[in-house]
């Protein structure tokens, strides 16, 4: 029998924290400085990036300067990886059927705009147990 094993893509984690806030400009500076620029999805991507971090800092966070966001993010050939954690309470996500049927919602809903744009720009979208980080991955191929 023989096997094929993938090769091992070793990640560098950077890591970022700050104060709860929603002047996010210079974060996701950051966060996407190494995104090609001439890629079309980086508009997109700084949208969904910006929509994680306002809900992490305003549902999370309560806005509260006292709290931290910390975000981990990765890039290895094409694949890009953000980890972003909030000390809030922790959610689980009520939006699952609207976002899988691919379905905004509706415009006089208060809550699920973000959701449902995260689950439109990025290839995964995943909660931990508690609901207190969001990754997400996004693979982009040079166009």
Known sequence: MTTIAEPLVIHRWTTLSFASTLFLQPVLDLLLGEI????????ELRLGLH?????????GNKLDPSKLILVRYSAVEGQFWWVIA???CGFQPHYT??????C?????????????????IFDQVYWNAQGTEL???KRLTAS
Not at 36 to 43: C, V
Not at 110 to 118: D, P, Q, S, T
Request: charged share 15%; aromatic share 4%; proline share 7%.
């Open 36 to 43: 090609p620029d001439l890629i079309q999805t980086k508009s």
């Open 51 to 59: 929509e994680a971090l306002v809900n992490a800092a305003k549902h």
């Open 97 to 102: 059927s609207v976002i899988q049927a691919n």
């Open 104 to 120: 905004p919602p509706c415009v006089e809903a208060e809550c699920g705009r973000g959701l449902y744009i995260l689950h439109q």
């Open 86 to 88: 909030d000390q809030g």
């Open 135 to 137: 990754s997400l991955y």
